[in-house]
C-alpha cells in the first residue's frame, strides 16, 4: 500500500534517465528523510529503521556499507572473488574517509538524504547530465555546502548486491565509474590526486610480479 508507481513518458534532453527518474520519484515524496538502494540489491528488514537512526539533529547525508552476495564462495569464478574484495577494501577506504572528515565516495546502492539538504545543493542540477554519479558526485556537492555527512557502522544497514559474471562485466563497470574522473577532479581534486596514487601503486604491484622489479621501483 505505500508503494507509488512514477511514470515517466520522457526524459528531458540533457538529463541522464536515472538522476531524471530519482528527480522525480524524490518530488512526489513527502517525507523528510530519502534512502536509496539499486534495483539489484538486498536489504536488511531493519534497514531503513537502521538507517533513520544514523540522523542526528545536525547530519545531512548517511553512507552506508554495500558488498556482493556470494552464496558458495568456492563455486564461483576469480572474477566473483576479486569483486568481492575489491568492494570491501573500497567501503573500508571510504568509511575511513568520511570518518576522518574527508568525503570521498559513497555508494547509491546504500545512501539516505535529508529531502531539504537534497534540494538546499540544487538537486542534480549541476550534474545532471553525467551518466552515473548520482552518489559520489551528489555527495561531493554536500560536502562543498559543507554539510554534515555519516558512514553507518549498523551491520542492519548493510546492503547486498548482485555480482558480476565475468571480468568483461566487471571491466564495463568499472569504465562507468570512470566516466566521473572528470567531475571529481573539478568538484574534489584530493580525491582525484589519492585515486591516481591508488592506480599507480596498482600498476606498481603488477609490473613487480610479471615484469620487472627495476621498473616497479621507478614507478613506486
Given amino acids: 500500500d505505500n508503494i507509488r508507481l512514477v511514470n515517466i513518458d520522457e526524459t528531458p534532453k540533457g538529463y541522464s534517465p536515472k538522476k531524471y527518474a530519482l528527480t522525480k520519484g524524490i518530488e512526489a515524496s513527502k517525507n523528510e528523510i530519502i534512502i536509496l538502494t539499486d534495483a539489484d540489491c538486498l536489504v536488511n528488514k531493519y534497514w531503513v529503521e537502521a538507517m ?28 566473483v572473488q576479486f569483486e568481492f574484495f575489491d568492494f570491501l577494501v573500497m567501503f ?7 570518518l576522518n572528515g574527508k568525503a570521498f565516495s559513497c555508494s547509491n546502492q546504500n545512501i539516505a538524504y535529508r529531502r ?4 538546499n545543493v540544487g538537486g542534480f542540477e549541476k550534474i545532471k547530465q553525467i551518466t552515473s554519479g548520482d552518489d559520489v558526485n551528489l555527495l561531493q556537492l554536500f560536502r562543498l555546502a559543507n554539510m554534515k555527512i555519516r558512514f553507518s557502522m549498523i551491520p542492519h544497514t548493510y546492503a547486498y548486491t ?59
Fill in 52 to 79: 533513520v537512526s544514523n540522523f542526528s539533529d545536525d547530519v545531512d547525508l548517511v553512507a552506508g556499507f554495500s558488498r556482493t552476495k556470494i552464496a558458495k564462495w568456492g563455486k564461483v569464478s576469480l572474477a
Fill in 116 to 119: 531539504d539538504s537534497f534540494y
Fill in 92 to 98: 573500508m577506504a571510504a568509511a575511513g574517509a568520511i
Fill in 162 to 220: 548482485k555480482p558480476i559474471s565475468d571480468w568483461a562485466q566487471l571491466l564495463n563497470q568499472r569504465s562507468r565509474w570512470a566516466s566521473n574522473s572528470k567531475w571529481q577532479l573539478l568538484l574534489n581534486p584530493e580525491f582525484f590526486i589519492y585515486l591516481c596514487v591508488i592506480f599507480i601503486l596498482n600498476v606498481t604491484i603488477i609490473t613487480a610480479i610479471f615484469f620487472n622489479w627495476r621498473m616497479s621501483l621507478l614507478l613506486f
